[in-house]
């Protein structure tokens, strides 16, 4: 398939999904996934024995999945479901770079004691349950350590867009969710990497302690020393010579920050969030973030949310065999336990019933962060591919779910005032 046709494929579905799922009152975000699954590697044409017309081929570390056959596949597909997964990759860390930055620093101070409760609680309260569940299968130790890691995350990737289009991002509810989220996946690919760590390393426990003051380190100075950086060179007229030579700095130092998070072994939309947050108070027009918004919304998140589709294989729920129980077991309690953590914190701080419930719904999704722990334990060899095919469903299931019961249950608030996407008008 052309290259061009295959962008213009893509991007055409994420012209026309808003446009239907306006009509029938479902998020934009889940149209695209919806095209996504339709037209990938698991989709139509693969379904009535004709994988060579899916739009691309997909591949999970380097392995293609079981539902395509990759021998009536050509090298061009396979290069161009390489290439779309590494674009994809980029539409993820511009969408959190887009949440840190989009992020009120002073609404987050302000409700600093209840993001961080929320955000504690809707990692322990998952882990513990993950953990307890594991074991009562008999998984083992360690595998049970790894279910616990992965049920604690939650994909703010797959929320935000909503928030954003409810206007809520800028909001008490808005910071809330994105703030306790961000906490749950920090945590999440810490812990993550510590156990890789632990299992992995010849010398087992030794170096912990320098690899978790390394990590501190890393987030202290992306934190305060990147908006003194950023102030020293945006006040130099000679070196920004145009909107598009900051905005193209901006991005640079971005990119520098995710791969020093990469090689820290935590996931890249760590050190995007992170990067977007320190950029925050520098930011104080709104020319940037349409530049950012035009670029991330234009091209490369829409393409993150249709590999998000084109990589889910609802196939998977037939092949778990001797794990369907511990797969639906998993469902029910990854979704359980987020909730009941967002509602005791919810309940706690006094919001009302029905925010208490959208918060709740909204925490429940596990996508970038949750498969990207479960992929590293897969390739590592510390779950095997039933355990793991129980977490792309859960993802699958819980990613289609969030959107539209987020949507049921949060409203607009009151917008606090400061640097707003165009287009967020009603």
């Known amino acids: 398939m052309n290259l061009l046709l295959l962008f213009l494929i893509i991007l055409g579905a994420a012209f026309i999904a808003p446009v239907i799922t306006k009509k029938i009152h479902v998020p934009e975000v889940t149209g695209i996934i919806v095209f996504g699954i339709i037209l990938g590697g698991y989709g139509l044409m693969p379904a009535i024995g004709h994988p060579e017309y899916a739009i691309i081929a997909v591949n999970r570390g380097g392995a293609p999945l079981s539902s395509v056959d990759v021998d009536e596949l050509n090298d061009t597909q396979l290069k161009f479901g390489e290439m779309l997964n590494e674009l994809a990759n980029l539409g993820l860390i511009f969408l959190m770079f887009l949440a840190g930055l989009e992020m009120d620093l002073k609404q987050v101070k302000d409700d600093l004691k209840e993001t961080v409760m929320l955000g504690l609680m809707t990692f322990i309260v998952p882990f513990i349950s993950g953990f307890l569940l594991a074991e009562f299968f008999q998984l083992g130790f360690n595998v049970s350590l790894l279910v616990g890691v992965i049920l604690s995350t939650t994909s703010i990737g797959v929320v935000l867009p909503v928030l954003k289009k409810l206007e809520l991002i800028r909001t008490r509810i808005g910071s809330l969710v994105i703030g306790s989220a961000t906490i749950d996946d920090v945590l999440s690919m810490i812990s993550l990497a510590v156990l890789l760590k632990l299992f992995l390393s010849p010398a087992g426990g030794q170096g912990i302690v320098q690899f978790i003051i390394i990590i501190a380190l890393f987030f202290i100075s992306a934190f305060y020393l990147t908006p003194k950086f950023a102030e020293l060179l945006l006040n130099r007229p000679k070196m920004m010579v145009s909107i598009e030579a900051e905005t193209r700095f901006m991005i640079i130092v971005m990119l520098f920050i995710v791969l020093i998070s990469e090689e820290l072994q935590l996931h890249g939309i760590v050190g995007a969030f992170l990067a977007g947050l ?149």
């Not at 973030?289 to 037939?318: C, H, R, S």
């Not at 390739?379 to 289609?400: C, H, K, M, P, Q």
């Not at 009151?414 to 165009?422: L, S």
């Open 278 to 426: 320190a950029f925050s108070e520098s930011v104080k027009t709104g020319w940037f973030i349409e530049k950012i918004n035009a670029i991330g919304y234009g091209f490369f998140i829409p393409i993150f949310f249709f590999m998000v589709g084109a990589k889910t294989d609802l196939g998977v729920f037939f092949l778990l065999q001797e794990k369907l129980i511990f797969a639906l077991f998993l469902i029910i309690v990854a979704i359980l336990s987020k909730f009941v953590g967002a509602f005791i914190v919810g309940k706690l701080i006094g919001l009302g019933n029905k925010e208490i419930i959208g918060i709740s719904f909204s925490m429940i999704t596990r996508l970038a962060v949750g498969l990207a722990a479960a992929n590293v334990a897969l390739e590592n060899g510390l779950i095997d591919t039933s355990i793991f095919s129980s977490f792309v469903l859960l993802a699958t299931l819980t990613t289609l779910m969030t959107p539209p019961l987020t949507r049921m249950f949060l409203h607009r608030e009151d917008k606090i005032e400061g640097v707003m996407f165009r287009g967020n008008e009603k």
